[in-house]
């Protein structure tokens, strides 16, 4: 099956900074998505991406599909961003390969 | 008007002991889904449906037995509980099979 690896780990910025997280995948897919999971431990669907870019207020994603990677873009983070962000992936009908995660804290 | 709602959000119990949690979605999705999160956050499929009818059974237990009785409805039975089935386990959905997922809150199960 694909693989999915999230980077960076964790990530610890003032409130008000940019940040880019990264998913890179192991094989072509045709679904890609970004969740993000609050302190709650609700899981929130951001961004269904398998190509091109979306915004969304100030968060953005960009896939590049021939290059097998994706980018979430924070802008102007708030302490509300903190938490952890998954990526998601699958190609066909196979099951959706998740990523470990990146642990986004903003700090005040 | 929840999308994705899964009762109860705790479940504490025994081992050894049988459990259920149930899980319903008002979105019109054709397919749901159950996940299980572990202590580590690691989140992983356990199983698939479309339309009533398992399309993904990964590698669980048989002690886990889904059960669809409409496409809206998707609950779980877990049979002799053990400490390592401590998690939370998600539900969710998707309009078709590899469409956006939509996820329910959660259930955390802690096995005593």
């Known amino acids: 099956g694909i693989q999915v690896e999230q980077s960076p780990p964790d990530l610890i910025l003032q409130e008000g900074a940019n940040s880019t997280l990264r998913c890179n995948f192991s094989?072509?897919?045709?679904?890609l998505q970004w969740f993000h999971q609050n302190p709650w431990g609700q899981l929130i669907n951001l961004f269904y991406?398998?190509?091109g870019t979306k915004q969304n207020g100030r968060l953005s994603a960009t896939t590049v599909a021939t290059e097998r990677y994706s980018l979430l873009y924070i802008s102007s983070s708030q302490t509300t961003d903190s938490g952890v962000y998954f990526c998601?992936?699958?190609?066909?009908?196979?099951?959706?390969?998740f990523g470990t995660g990146t642990r986004l804290t903003i700090i005040p | 008007d929840t999308a994705v709602s899964q009762t109860p959000k705790y479940l504490v119990t025994q081992m050894g002991n049988d459990k259920s949690i149930k899980c319903e979605q008002n979105?019109?999705?054709?397919?749901m889904y159950w996940y299980k999160q572990d202590s580590k956050k690691f989140l992983k499929i356990m199983f698939s449906?479309?339309?009533?009818?398992?399309?993904i059974n990964e590698t669980v237990p048989n002690r886990f037995s889904p059960k669809s009785p409409d496409k809206a409805h998707l609950n779980l039975h877990i049979n002799s509980l053990e400490l390592g089935d401590s998690a939370v386990y998600f539900c969710?959905?998707?309009?078709?099979?590899?469409?956006?997922?939509?996820f329910g809150d959660g259930t955390r199960l802690s096995i005593l």
């Open positions: 979105l019109g999705h054709d397919t």
């Open positions: 991406i398998p190509s």
């Open positions: 094989d072509s897919v045709n679904n």
């Open positions: 969710a959905s998707s309009r078709t099979a590899s469409g956006p997922q939509h």
């Open positions: 998601a992936a699958n190609r066909g009908n196979e099951k959706l390969t």
């Open positions: 449906y479309n339309n009533k009818e398992l399309i």
